[in-house]
């Protein structure tokens, strides 16, 4: 019994010691500036990406990370309670009256591009759909490909992201949304749910029937992408880097940070190597589209 | 003919409950089987002892498992003296009232709170209204009240199981309640408070969702270096990178989930051997 | 502490006992705190929202211009999943609770049951990875849906995680058996397994029952392994292989989300209470239950 006691004792003391160890290391970091990024789920991987090149580069600041949504950066960007906010919109009335109200004035960088691509197999005709029939065929409206122009005599196979994905959300915002009233439509019933974006460039490049939406860093010749169309009188654009700069490409948008602090140094450091050319060589290596 | 019949037909229930047995059990050891032949080929030293590089696809998970150890030091910390205190109160001075049926009312309904629920409590109380903020003394306030029942219950059928002999023979010498508990009591019962409160650690180390809006940061550039910081801790990290982060490689997943599942079971198997060792010492 | 006077110690005392008669009542105070907290939180929502509508609206749009917090597909996929993981859990955990008590030796009764101690000990979070990671490419396959991420596998790993909890508690209802029954039954010339039968389960119902009871309460709370593998889809299941999400994992998926104070956040805390409403129910019937069994 003495002996277990000790034994925990003991080990108690090692933890205790382990940890003085790590505060003696990291308590020198203490006087130095901490930045606090909050915001959107969307962005969360690009921007701790960031935030560990930018520390290999300024060794002197602290940077945490919290997920959360867009509202949440601004609501606490507002509140206080963080330096910077991540966002894939921009900031709405309420939030900017809100703003105003508390005297927080916000500075808005776009930081980034966010595009999905939509793609089919190599053996497929159709070359470009309408935002409408797009919507139709994910909520099951269109079922064979025969009803769109060109298209073959076979069953349409919807592919979609798993639920939990920022894809999924961002594609049935852009997509499914658009209509009237309240109650937005749901992705068809059959529509196969995928676990990676792989998964479904895998699927597409397989299956003639299948169509899919990708992030557009995953492109390449083995599938072939739709272009799309705002309505039926406009432009069929294809997802390039240039339409979707542009803001030609319907299915993207910007990614932004917000500060209200922009002339204190550790947040102007982050915000300049963000937009660096570094930092945008970081923002081409994920599935994001770069500013420059 | 029919004693025979009778004996034969008991061979296929019984058969159920191998079978059932097997069921059970065979899940476990498929589980821990899968983590380690997945896992084991990411862990080297590097893997424990570094910060994550990459966007957390590469590197290491040292600061999620400095978190994980900083939150639990702190709730045993904040838990257990009040845990052992109540358990005093309940098993040697309660009386047999309405205060007692209540109290024990109480802790049964602490014990079936789920844990999301007591994330929320501990988002509302201790991060917002408290203005502890995002950080490890929120999260281990939250574990703690979280873990109260069990630590209560552990503590008391420990204290339980001292003899009542003992304390008459010590209070008709003259001692006072408090001096007999002190001296007596709980010096008997420390091996049964001891397992049961390790027990109750495996179990603090593993939970995610109270720590879910109360401690924990998808990631933090630096090691934490007071109560007031936000950590990366071992389940939430692996929560993020098997469902948030693109693109992990899949061993790197499952190193982390042995990690977590070694100090989990590592500490759980520290209790279930002292249990076995104070059995067989067992005095009375 | 002796060198203090003979007052000075009985105060010293009565400072301690008082502490520990402080620390007594400390639960009593924590969940008046939580139901309070929750309720307040849940009643500022419901002045704004009609309760009717909360409990048994069909669509949860939390974040339109006219919000709709309807809650019945998650109280229905909550429910699918806890009866699924039942089904598969009581018989399951019944039996093996009854082969540790009657049928296996001590060596193997101590190893089983420290086995299923620490099944009890892995983390749902483990459990939900491995679940995402294994089960859910199986169950698609097997069955030919178009997702495995279902009701029907979040009850297989829900049921995994209330196994242990059935299997310890009726173990003891079993053990506590006192062993006059049993040779009474064995003399009358009964099986073993009509000893088992006839006599054990009839006088271990009760904790049984309240094994059962605790299993499902186990079940509703559980949080990270159903967020990983029931799929997440905020409509009213027509099939258990129809993906599902239930009330913990609402909460727990969207609280990083919102905006703290709006009505989405107090949403969200009434879906608390009522998750806190429904387990303590659940606890209370199951402790009337193991009450019973302790009067054996």
């Known amino acids: ?292 | ?284 | 502490m002796y060198y203090f006077g003979k007052n000075m110690r009985k105060i010293l005392y009565i400072i301690i006992e008082s502490i520990i008669f402080f620390c007594g009542i400390l639960s009593i105070i924590f969940v008046i705190l939580i139901f309070g907290f929750l309720f307040k939180e849940s009643f500022v929502f419901l002045k704004n929202y009609n309760i009717v509508k909360f409990l048994f609206g069909r669509f949860w749009y939390p974040t339109l211009e006219t919000a709709l917090f309807g809650i019945l597909p998650f109280i229905c996929g909550s429910v699918l999943v806890s009866v699924g993981a039942c089904i598969i859990a009581v018989p399951i955990g019944i039996m093996t609770a009854l082969f540790i008590s009657e049928v296996a030796s001590k060596n193997i009764r101590n190893i089983l049951k420290s086995l299923i101690e620490l099944m009890a000990a892995i983390p749902s979070i483990v459990i939900g990875f491995i679940g995402m990671a294994t089960i859910v490419p199986i169950v698609k396959n097997v069955f030919s849906i178009p997702t495995g991420l279902t009701a029907f596998t979040g009850s297989l790993m829900l049921a995994f995680m209330a196994i242990p909890t059935i299997v310890t508690i009726s173990e003891d209802a079993i053990h506590s058996v006192p062993w006059q029954y049993r040779e009474g039954a064995l003399a009358l010339g009964a099986t073993k397994w009509q000893m088992m039968k006839i006599v054990i389960l009839k006088i271990a119902m009760p904790g049984i029952m309240g094994a059962i009871m605790l299993g499902i309460g186990r079940v509703v709370g559980e949080t990270m392994a159903v967020i990983m593998i029931t799929g997440n889809a905020a409509h009213i299941p027509t099939s258990i292989f129809d993906p599902v999400r239930t009330l913990t994992a609402t909460i727990a998926t969207e609280m990083g989300e919102t905006v703290k104070g709006g009505i989405h956040y107090k949403s969200l805390f009434a879906i608390g209470f009522v998750l806190f409403i429904i387990t303590f129910i659940v606890n209370f019937i199951a402790d009337i239950f193991l009450k019973k069994n302790k009067n054996l």
């Open chain 1, 1 to 292: 019994m003495k002996k277990i006691v000790i034994f925990f004792i003991v080990i108690f003391f090692c933890i205790a010691i382990l940890y003085l160890l790590i505060f003696k290391n990291t308590v020198k970091n203490k006087s130095y500036e901490s930045i606090q990024i909050k915001g959107s789920d969307t962005i969360v991987s690009l921007v701790q990406l960031w935030a560990e090149c930018f520390i290999k580069k300024y060794p002197m600041y602290n940077i945490s990370i919290i997920g959360g949504g867009s509202g949440v950066g601004f609501a606490s960007l507002i509140n206080g309670t963080c330096d910077i906010a991540m966002s894939s919109r921009q900031v709405n009335k309420n939030e900017k009256l809100l703003a105003y109200n508390n005297n927080v004035n916000l500075t808005e960088f776009k930081v980034g591009l966010d595009g999905l691509a939509v793609i089919v197999n190599k053996n497929n005709p159709v070359s470009g759909l309408t935002l409408k029939q797009l919507r139709d065929i994910f909520v099951g409206k269109i079922v064979n490909w025969k009803e769109i122009h060109c298209g073959k005599n076979e069953k349409i196979v919807v592919l979609s992201r798993e639920s939990n994905s920022g894809t999924y959300v961002f594609f049935k915002e852009c997509i499914l949304k658009k209509n009237e009233g309240n109650i937005c439509h749901e992705f068809s019933i059959h529509s196969l749910m995928m676990a990676s974006s792989q998964a479904i460039h895998h699927e597409v490049s397989q299956n003639s029937n299948a169509i899919g939406y990708i992030g557009m860093g995953f492109l390449d010749n083995k599938v072939k992408v739709i272009a799309i169309a705002a309505n039926k009188t406009s432009k069929y654009i294809y997802p390039t880097i240039k339409n979707v700069k542009n803001n030609l490409y319907p299915i993207s948008r910007p990614l932004y940070l917000y500060t209200k602090d922009i002339k204190k140094t550790s947040i102007k450091n982050f915000i300049e190597y963000v937009l660096s050319v570094d930092g945008q060589k970081i923002t081409s290596r994920t599935d994001f589209v770069s500013i420059i």
């Open chain 2, 1 to 284: 003919m029919i004693k025979l019949n009778s004996k034969f037909s008991q061979k296929i229930p019984f058969f159920f409950l191998y079978a059932a047995t097997i069921l059970t059990i065979i899940p476990v050891i498929t589980i821990i089987f899968v983590i380690i032949k997945n896992g084991l080929s990411a862990i080297n030293w590097e893997f424990l002892t570094s910060m994550p590089r990459d966007g957390m696809r590469a590197g290491g998970i040292f600061p999620a498992i400095l978190g994980t150890f900083f939150i639990i030091l702190l709730t045993i910390i904040f838990v257990f003296p009040i845990g052992i205190c109540a358990a005093i109160y309940l098993n040697e001075y309660a009386k047999n009232n309405l205060l007692t049926r209540v109290i024990n009312l109480a802790i049964i309904n602490l014990a079936g709170i789920p844990s999301v629920v007591y994330g929320l409590f501990g988002l509302g109380v201790f991060v917002i209204f408290f203005k502890l903020g995002v950080s490890v003394v929120s999260g281990a306030l939250t574990l703690s009240i979280m873990e109260l029942p069990v630590v209560i219950t552990t503590t008391r059928s420990a204290l339980n199981s001292v003899p009542y002999s003992f304390r008459e023979a010590s209070l008709s010498l003259g001692i006072s309640r408090w001096l007999t508990i002190r001296h007596i009591v709980l010096p008997n019962a420390v091996p049964g408070i001891l397992t049961g409160s390790i027990l109750s650690i495996a179990r603090i180390s593993g939970e995610t969702a109270p720590v879910l809006f109360t401690a924990s940061a998808l990631y933090v550039s630096y090691l934490p270096h007071s109560m007031f910081d936000q950590v990366m801790i071992l389940p939430y990290h692996l929560y993020v990178i098997s469902t948030q982060v693109p693109n992990v490689r899949k061993d790197m997943i499952y190193a982390t989930a042995f990690v977590l599942l070694i100090l989990v079971l590592g500490i759980s198997c520290i209790a279930i051997v002292a249990r076995i060792y104070f059995k067989r010492r067992k005095k009375w």
